[in-house]
Structure formats: C-alpha cells, structure tokens
C-alpha cells in the first residue's frame, strides 16, 4: 500500500495514486515523496551531479 502513496506538491497533503496522478483537494501533481534508494555504486551519480551544478549555478549566479 505504501509504494501508492504519494504527496501533492501544491498543498503537501498526501493521497493515494490515481490515473490522472491529481491531488483530490486542490487538482496539484501527485508526487513520490521517498527519495531514492542509496547505492554505493551510483551508476547515474554523474550525470546527478552535472544536474545540480548546473541547477545551482542557475540559481546563485
């Protein structure tokens, strides 16, 4: 039951999957609130990192 749980990323409330993948009290996006499993083989741990630089460089230059 857990893994169809997901949280609104409008108002934050949580809610079950559904088709549309829409929060039933505000219409938001439904989200997977779980952050990923941790490996200390990170075969995408690359191209995370160029993500977040260039995410951070948007955002503080």
């Known amino acids: 039951m857990t893994k ?3 949280k609104c990323e409008n108002c934050n409330k949580y809610g ?3 088709p549309e993948s ?3 009290y505000c219409g938001g996006k439904l ?3 779980r ?3 941790y490996s ?3 075969k995408y741990g ?3 990192m160029e993500y977040f630089k260039e ?3 948007k955002k503080f230059k």
Do not use: S, V
């Open 31 to 33: 989200i997977n609130p």
């Open 40 to 42: 200390p083989i990170d």
């Open 16 to 18: 079950l999957l559904n």
């Open 4 to 6: 169809y749980l997901q």
């Open 55 to 57: 995410d951070f460089e």
């Open 35 to 37: 952050p990923p499993k």
């Open 46 to 48: 690359k191209y995370r």
């Open 22 to 24: 829409k929060c039933r």
